[in-house]
C-alpha cells in the first residue's frame, strides 16, 4: 500500500507539472518551449523574447493554467471530504446541491452589482451555505444516518430549486448585458483567470487542505459512524460543522472565479479512494493535486479540441462526468449499503 | 472503582424510559457480563455508561469524574467502546483502523510517534490480525473484522472496555478466541462490561453476571449464583436445566424445548 500510494503521487504530481506546461505552450498561438521558459524566467537566459510571448505567457496561459488549477483542488479536495464526511462516495459538491447554491448566489450577486465586485464570492458563499444547511437537514434520518438515496434526491431537490433562482436571474436581466456573465457562471469556465483571482483563491486552497489535512484523522473516525466516533473522542457534530464549512468555502470561492465546473470533485476523489484507499490523511492531499491535474487537462482539451471555437470547461467535464456518475450509482446501488 | 453508574435512567425523546435507576460498579481486572433478553436496555445502558447518551437523572462516573462532563477525547483515553457489529463505511485497511485507537492520545496536530506506532504493533500482536494489516477490511471474514476492531479498542489502552456482542454472527471457534482474548485482558488489569447472547459463555467468562430485565437491573452477582433456573425462566421467559460440572468448573445452562415439562 505504501509502495502504491508513493507511485500515485509521483504519477500525480508529474501529470500536474505536465499540464501546466502544456496548458502554457498550446492554444491559438504555439509558442515553443524555449520562448516560455525564458518568459518565466527571464533573468537567467541570455536571449530576448518578443513583448508578444511574454503577454501571452504572464497574461493569458499562465493565470489561467495556475487558476485551472487551483479550482480543480479545491473541488476535487471538498468532495473527498464530503465524501468521507457523509461515508458516502457519491457525495460532491455538485450532486449536494453547494455549487448550485453558489451559482444562484453569484447569478443575484450579478445581477445587483455585476461581476467582479466583492458581492460575488459572498452571495456565492451565502448560496453554498444556505444550500448545504437544506440538503443536510432534508437527508439525515432521524436515527442521525444519512441515506444515499436521501442524500442525492435531497441534492436533486435543492439543485433545482437553486436552478430556478438562477434562471429567474438570468431571465430578469435579459434585456441587459449581464445576461452573458451570468451566463458564463452556468457554463462554468476558466477563460477570465486573473492574477486577481489567484491571489485570492490560492490562499483558501491552501489554507482549507492544511485544516482539512489536519481533520483527516477525525474524518476517518466518522466512517465508523457518529457512534463509533464519539468512541474515539471524536466530537461528531463539531466536526461534521468544521468540514461543512470548509467545504462550502472552497467549493463557494472555486465557483465565484470559474462558475460552475461538474463532476471534478466526484470521479478525482473516487477514482483516487480506489487506487489508495480511504484514508483521508493521504486521499485529500492526493485529491487536490489529482483534481488540479485534471481540471488544467480538461481546459488544454476544451479549449483545442474545437478550434477555433473555445468550450467551457464546465461543458467538457460534464460530458466526461455525467457518464461516470450514473456508472458508479449503479455499481452503488448494487452493494447492500 | 473504575466506572460506576448510579441510579441512572434514560429515554430516548418522546418515549418511555428505556433502562431504569440502574446502579453497577466496575473493579479494574474484573470481567462482568450483561445478559437479558432482547430490547431489555443492554445496548442502551452500554451507550450511557460510555458516555455517548446522557441519562436523564442519575449519574456516571469514570474514576470519580462525572463522564458526562468529561470531552469525548478525554473519555476514549479511557474507554474504549464497540457497538454492535462496528463497521467501517469506506474502505480502509486493518492498519488503520487500528490507528484510529490512537486518536484520543495523540497532540493537537494529530502526529503518530514512536509509542503510538507500539501501541498499534501490540494491538495487532495481541488480536493475531499483524498478517491481515495491510488487507481491506471488507475483504475479511466477520471473526477477522472483529478481531481488527477489537485490535483498535485494546490500541486505545483503555481502563475500561465496554462491547455489545462482541460474539454476534461469529462462529463457535471465533467466539471462543473473542472471549479468550477478553479474559487476557482483563487479567492484565482491565475493567470489562461485556453484553451477550450465550449464557454459558457468561457463566464461564463473567466474574459476575448483571441481569438486566424490562430495562431494570434485576440482580448482579458471581454466576453460580445468579444463573438459576429460576431466574432464567423471568428475565429470558426460558425453561432451562442448570448443570454445574465440577471436573470442568463449568456451570452448563441447557435450554429445554418449551413444550416440555421440566418435570419429566
Same mark, same amino acid.
Given at each position: 500500500?505504501?509502495?502504491?500510494?508513493?507511485?500515485?503521487?509521483?504519477?500525480?504530481?508529474?501529470?500536474?507539472?505536465?499540464?501546466?506546461?502544456?496548458?502554457?505552450?498550446?492554444?491559438?498561438?504555439?509558442?515553443?518551449?524555449?520562448?516560455?521558459?525564458?518568459?518565466?524566467?527571464?533573468?537567467?537566459?541570455?536571449?530576448?523574447?518578443?513583448?508578444?510571448?511574454?503577454?501571452?505567457?504572464?497574461?493569458?496561459?499562465?493565470?489561467?493554467?495556475?487558476?485551472?488549477?487551483?479550482?480543480?483542488?479545491?473541488?476535487?479536495?471538498?468532495?473527498?471530504?464530503?465524501?468521507?464526511?457523509?461515508?458516502?462516495?457519491?457525495?460532491?459538491?455538485? /450532486?449536494?446541491?453547494?455549487?448550485?447554491?453558489?451559482?444562484?448566489?453569484?447569478?443575484?450577486?450579478?445581477?445587483?452589482?455585476?461581476?467582479?465586485?466583492?458581492?460575488?464570492?459572498?452571495?456565492?458563499?451565502?448560496?453554498?451555505?444556505? +444550500?448545504?444547511?437544506?440538503?443536510?437537514?432534508?437527508?439525515?434520518?432521524?436515527?442521525?444516518?444519512?441515506?444515499?438515496?436521501?442524500?442525492?434526491?435531497?441534492?436533486?431537490?435543492?439543485?433545482?430549486?437553486?436552478?430556478?433562482?438562477?434562471?429567474?436571474?438570468?431571465?430578469?436581466?435579459?434585456?441587459?448585458?449581464?445576461?452573458?456573465?451570468?451566463?458564463?457562471?452556468?457554463?462554468?469556465?476558466?477563460?477570465?483567470?486573473?492574477?486577481?483571482?489567484?491571489?485570492?483563491?490560492?490562499?483558501?486552497?491552501?489554507?482549507?487542505?492544511?485544516?482539512?489535512?489536519?481533520?483527516?484523522?477525525?474524518?476517518?473516525?466518522?466512517?465508523?459512524?457518529?457512534?463509533?466516533?464519539?468512541? &474515539?473522542?471524536?466530537?461528531?457534530?463539531?466536526?461534521?460543522?468544521?468540514?461543512?464549512?470548509?467545504?462550502?468555502?472552497?467549493?463557494?470561492?472555486?465557483?465565484?472565479?470559474?462558475?460552475?465546473?461538474?463532476?471534478?470533485?466526484?470521479?478525482?476523489?473516487?477514482?483516487?479512494?480506489?487506487?489508495?484507499?480511504?484514508?483521508?490523511?493521504?486521499?485529500?492531499?492526493?485529491?487536490?493535486?489529482?483534481?488540479?491535474?485534471?481540471?488544467?487537462?480538461?481546459?488544454?482539451?476544451?479549449?483545442?479540441?474545437?478550434?477555433?471555437? =473555445?468550450?467551457?470547461?464546465?461543458?467538457?467535464?460534464?460530458?466526461?462526468?455525467?457518464?461516470?456518475?450514473?456508472?458508479?450509482?449503479?455499481?452503488?446501488?448494487?452493494?447492500?449499503? | 472503582?473504575?466506572?460506576?453508574?448510579?441510579?441512572?435512567?434514560? +429515554?430516548?425523546?418522546?418515549?418511555?424510559?428505556?433502562?431504569?435507576?440502574?446502579?453497577?460498579?466496575?473493579?479494574? #481486572?474484573?470481567?462482568? /457480563?450483561?445478559? #437479558?433478553?432482547?430490547?431489555?436496555?443492554?445496548?442502551?445502558?452500554?451507550?450511557?455508561?460510555?458516555?455517548?447518551?446522557?441519562?436523564?437523572?442519575?449519574?456516571?462516573?469514570?474514576?470519580?469524574?462525572?463522564?458526562?462532563?468529561?470531552?469525548?477525547?478525554?473519555?476514549?483515553?479511557?474507554?474504549?467502546?464497540? =457497538?454492535?457489529?462496528?463497521?467501517?463505511?469506506?474502505?480502509?485497511?486493518?492498519?488503520?483502523?487500528?490507528?484510529?485507537?490512537?486518536?484520543?492520545?495523540?497532540?493537537?496536530?494529530?502526529?503518530?510517534?514512536?509509542?503510538?506506532?507500539?501501541?498499534?504493533?501490540?494491538?495487532?500482536?495481541?488480536?493475531?490480525?499483524? =498478517? &491481515?494489516?495491510?488487507?481491506?477490511?471488507?475483504?475479511?471474514?466477520?471473526?477477522?473484522?472483529?478481531?481488527?476492531?477489537?485490535?483498535?479498542?485494546?490500541?486505545?489502552?483503555?481502563?475500561?472496555?465496554?462491547?455489545?456482542?462482541?460474539?454476534?454472527?461469529?462462529?463457535?471457534?471465533?467466539?471462543?478466541?473473542?472471549?479468550?482474548?477478553?479474559?487476557?485482558?482483563?487479567?492484565?488489569?482491565?475493567?470489562?462490561?461485556?453484553?451477550?447472547?450465550?449464557?454459558?459463555?457468561?457463566?464461564?467468562?463473567?466474574?459476575?453476571?448483571?441481569?438486566?430485565?424490562?430495562?431494570?437491573?434485576?440482580?448482579?452477582?458471581?454466576?453460580?449464583?445468579?444463573?438459576?433456573?429460576?431466574?432464567?425462566? =423471568?428475565?429470558?421467559?426460558?425453561?432451562?436445566?442448570?448443570?454445574?460440572?465440577?471436573?470442568?468448573?463449568?456451570?452448563?445452562?441447557?435450554?429445554?424445548?418449551?413444550?416440555?415439562?421440566?418435570?419429566?
Amino acid at each position: 500500500m505504501t509502495r502504491r500510494r508513493a507511485t500515485v503521487a509521483g504519477c500525480l504530481a508529474g501529470l500536474l507539472l505536465t499540464a501546466l506546461l502544456c496548458g502554457i505552450l498550446f492554444g491559438p498561438t504555439s509558442l515553443g518551449v524555449r520562448e516560455v521558459w525564458r518568459a518565466l524566467l527571464p533573468g537567467r537566459s541570455g536571449g530576448t523574447v518578443p513583448a508578444h510571448v511574454v503577454s501571452i505567457v504572464h497574461r493569458i496561459r499562465l493565470p489561467r493554467a495556475v487558476l485551472g488549477a487551483l479550482v480543480g483542488a479545491a473541488l476535487s479536495l471538498s468532495g473527498a471530504a464530503l465524501q468521507g464526511l457523509f461515508r458516502n462516495p457519491l457525495a460532491s459538491p455538485y /450532486v449536494l446541491g453547494v455549487a448550485g447554491g453558489a451559482a444562484a448566489g453569484a447569478a443575484l450577486a450579478i445581477l445587483l452589482a455585476g461581476p467582479h465586485t466583492w458581492l460575488l464570492p459572498v452571495g456565492a458563499f451565502v448560496g453554498a451555505i444556505i +444550500a448545504v444547511t437544506l440538503v443536510y437537514g432534508l437527508a439525515r434520518g432521524r436515527d442521525r444516518r444519512t441515506s444515499t438515496f436521501t442524500l442525492i434526491l435531497a441534492g436533486v431537490a435543492v439543485s433545482a430549486l437553486f436552478g430556478a433562482v438562477t434562471s429567474f436571474a438570468i431571465f430578469v436581466s435579459s434585456r441587459g448585458e449581464r445576461m452573458a456573465d451570468i451566463v458564463f457562471w452556468m457554463l462554468g469556465g476558466l477563460g477570465r483567470a486573473d492574477w486577481t483571482d489567484i491571489l485570492i483563491l490560492c490562499p483558501v486552497v491552501l489554507a482549507g487542505l492544511l485544516v482539512l489535512v489536519a481533520l483527516a484523522p477525525r474524518l476517518n473516525a466518522l466512517a465508523r459512524g457518529e457512534q463509533g466516533a464519539f468512541h &474515539l473522542g471524536v466530537h461528531p457534530e463539531r466536526t461534521t460543522r468544521w468540514i461543512l464549512l470548509l467545504t462550502t468555502l472552497l467549493t463557494a470561492t472555486a465557483v465565484s472565479m470559474a462558475g460552475t465546473i461538474g463532476f471534478v470533485g466526484l470521479i478525482i476523489p473516487h477514482l483516487l479512494r480506489l487506487l489508495i484507499g480511504s484514508d483521508h490523511r493521504v486521499l485529500l492531499p492526493a485529491s487536490a493535486i489529482g483534481g488540479a491535474a485534471f481540471l488544467v487537462w480538461a481546459d488544454l482539451a476544451a479549449r483545442t479540441l474545437l478550434r477555433p471555437v =473555445e468550450l467551457p470547461v464546465g461543458i467538457l467535464t460534464a460530458f466526461l462526468g455525467a457518464p461516470f456518475f450514473l456508472f458508479l450509482l449503479r455499481t452503488q446501488a448494487r452493494r447492500p449499503s | 472503582m473504575s466506572l460506576e453508574a448510579c441510579a441512572v435512567t434514560f +429515554a430516548y425523546p418522546r418515549n418511555e424510559p428505556v433502562i431504569h435507576d440502574i446502579s453497577l460498579a466496575l473493579d479494574p #481486572g474484573e470481567t462482568v /457480563v450483561l445478559v #437479558g433478553a432482547n430490547g431489555s436496555g443492554k445496548s442502551t445502558l452500554l451507550r450511557v455508561l460510555s458516555g455517548y447518551l446522557c441519562p436523564q437523572s442519575g449519574t456516571v462516573h469514570l474514576k470519580g469524574r462525572m463522564i458526562h462532563r468529561l470531552s469525548a477525547q478525554h473519555i476514549a483515553r479511557r474507554v474504549a467502546s464497540l =457497538e454492535q457489529q462496528p463497521t467501517m463505511a469506506l474502505d480502509f485497511t486493518v492498519r488503520e483502523i487500528v490507528e484510529m485507537g490512537r486518536l484520543p492520545h495523540l497532540g493537537p496536530l494529530r502526529r503518530m510517534k514512536t509509542a503510538d506506532h507500539r501501541a498499534v504493533t501490540d494491538a495487532l500482536l495481541m488480536t493475531n490480525t499483524a =498478517e &491481515l494489516a495491510d488487507r481491506s477490511i471488507h475483504a475479511l471474514s466477520g471473526g477477522e473484522q472483529q478481531r481488527a476492531f477489537l485490535a483498535m479498542a485494546f490500541a486505545q489502552s483503555p481502563d475500561v472496555l465496554l462491547l455489545d456482542e462482541p460474539t454476534r454472527h461469529l462462529d463457535v471457534h471465533y467466539q471462543i478466541e473473542t472471549m479468550e482474548l477478553i479474559r487476557q485482558r482483563a487479567a492484565a488489569g482491565l475493567s470489562v462490561l461485556v453484553a451477550l447472547h450465550d449464557l454459558n459463555h457468561a457463566a464461564a467468562y463473567g466474574d459476575r453476571v448483571a441481569v438486566m430485565h424490562h430495562g431494570r437491573l434485576r440482580v448482579v452477582g458471581p454466576p453460580e449464583s445468579v444463573l438459576s433456573e429460576s431466574l432464567i425462566r =423471568e428475565a429470558f421467559n426460558l425453561a432451562c436445566h442448570v448443570v454445574d460440572v465440577p471436573s470442568l468448573h463449568r456451570r452448563l445452562i441447557v435450554p429445554v424445548e418449551p413444550r416440555n415439562d421440566l418435570s419429566t
